[in-house]
């Protein structure tokens, strides 16, 4: 009987041969070498793309703002640099020195301010040659009065010299050495929309003021409360069992600040000294954006992330300071309001945004201190930063700001600033890396000569 199954078919050679079975591909053998696995044939998951695709982002936005940044302050740098090659007439001359005008921001420290100076300004100032001199304010009226007190001492160089300071005394020895002051135009940098307030109201305080302290009204003292019964208990011989507890040194005391000579409601009846000059010495103010709080915190990264604009504003009015080109304060129509205010009035006028509520609400007194009850009372400081600008048709119309001159400004956005300049430190050493192995040559080798 046949056999219905029909007979296997022969297998082929290919299948029966030893060692044809499939093998998966080898790496790279330079790879696997350096210890690098095989690279993956898939994209990442879901999560892992979100996560590379936020660091990544992240990444190149801060180092390419910071790149930007560096490039905005080194071109205003190279702006302004030919004025540091300049030759000077004789070598006793006196230099053209700045005067920069910095204050604590609202509920926060100098040092914010002073790093703010470091990063954005001096760069520039540094470049350019020229000399610079501080006027900073810990609190709330130290601008106000230190701008007041220059002035009223202009105005009465007697009183001055009498006054012995550490300036009078230079001024005094530069006199007898016959050194020639700088005659030409100086130039002030305040930076701050609270600095600029003082600064204008110690411009008004100084030209209308007094030149002697008005007197200080007397406030009585709070009644002295008698001390309790069985608070001390006296010991043999009259002597009190409370050990005295060696008193610690104490830190000097800052000098208390002086207070403003005229308010601003006397500035109609107030008259205009004889020698009042034309034209004051221009000044300029600087932005200093400056916010804090949690829920500000998307605000303060986005112009963290753009800080390159800052730079290059401040970069601008920086390089108008040093090449002293200035201009007559003009009238902002540019606000809401149909009616013009003047730009003093109306410069840096949206950091006020920015300050925190506590500065808009008057201080209360701490009826729980006990140093504030013993201290002898004294009369309420000014409120500056809370109480709008004040200006004197006869003071704001000297004033003068400074402003860079368009073709200046096409010729600074016409320099190129060298990578190098601005590169990171991980780029700069691979360069300096590649520059080393290609560019060195290889040291002569001495040949001896046998004898």
């Known amino acids: 009987m046949a056999d219905s199954k029909p007979p296997p ?14 093998k998966a591909p080898t790496s790279n053998p330079a790879l696997r070498m350096m210890g690098l696995p095989n690279l993956p044939k898939k994209l990442p998951s879901r999560n892992w793309m979100i996560f590379w695709t936020l660091t990544g982002s992240l990444s190149a936005a801060i180092i390419y703002d910071k790149r930007e940044k560096k490039r905005a302050t080194a071109r205003w740098a190279r702006a302004v640099s030919h004025l540091a090659k300049e030759p000077i007439a004789s070598p006793n001359e006196m230099p053209r020195k700045l005067t920069i005008f910095l204050e604590s921001p609202p509920t926060d420290g100098l040092r914010v301010a002073q790093d703010h100076f470091t990063e954005y300004v001096k760069p520039i100032l540094a470049a350019s040659g020229l000399d610079w001199e501080f006027v ?21 160089p007697a009183a001055a010299a009498a006054a012995q300071t550490l300036d009078e005394v230079v001024n005094e020895v530069r006199r007898r050495n016959s050194t020639p002051e700088y005659t030409g135009v100086r130039g002030d940098i305040v930076i701050g929309r609270h600095t600029w307030k003082e600064y204008v109201r110690g411009l008004h305080e100084g030209w209308l003021g007094p030149l002697t302290a008005p007197a ?24 009190t069992t409370e050990e005295t507890k060696p008193e610690e040194e104490k830190k000097p005391e800052r000098p208390p600040q002086p207070p403003p ?3 601003t409601a006397d500035y109609p009846i107030s008259p205009v000294p004889m020698l009042i000059p034309a034209e004051f010495s221009p000044s300029t103010p600087v932005q200093f954006p400056h916010i804090l ?4 915190t998307f605000t303060r990264l986005g112009r963290f992330l753009t800080r390159r604009h800052l730079a290059d504003n401040i970069g601008r009015e920086v390089a108008a300071v040093c090449l002293a080109t200035a201009r007559e304060y003009r009238e902002d129509t540019s606000s809401d309001s149909l009616d013009s205010e003047p730009e003093q009035a109306t410069a840096l006028a949206w950091e006020e945004k920015d300050w925190p509520k506590s500065v808009w609400k008057e201080a209360k007194k701490d009826s729980d201190s006990e140093e504030k009850e013993n201290s002898p009372p004294t009369p309420p400081a000014e409120k500056i930063w809370t109480s709008p600008v004040v200006l004197d048709p006869r003071i704001s119309m000297r004033m003068r700001r400074f402003e860079l001159r368009p073709e200046d400004e096409v ?9 190098e300049e601005i590169e990171g430190f991980i780029k700069g050493s691979l360069r300096s890396l590649w520059r080393w192995a290609v560019t060195s040559e290889p ?8 004898e």
Not at 9 to 22: L, V
Not at 222 to 229: D, F, G, I, R
């Open 136 to 156: 900073q304010g810990r609190k709330e009226g130290d601008v106000r009065a230190a701008v007041a007190e220059r002035i009223r001492r202009t105005r009465d």
């Open 293 to 296: 709080g949690f829920t500000n």
């Open 9 to 22: 078919p022969p297998a082929t050679g290919a299948a029966s041969a030893p060692g044809t079975a499939y």
């Open 261 to 263: 000579y005229n308010a």
């Open 216 to 239: 200080v009204p007397i406030l009585e003292p709070l009644a002295e409360e008698t001390p309790k019964e069985g608070t001390v208990e006296e010991g043999e011989g009259g002597k």
């Open 443 to 450: 040291k002569p080798q001495p040949i001896l000569i046998d």
């Open 411 to 419: 010729r600074a956005r016409a320099i190129v600033v060298p990578e």
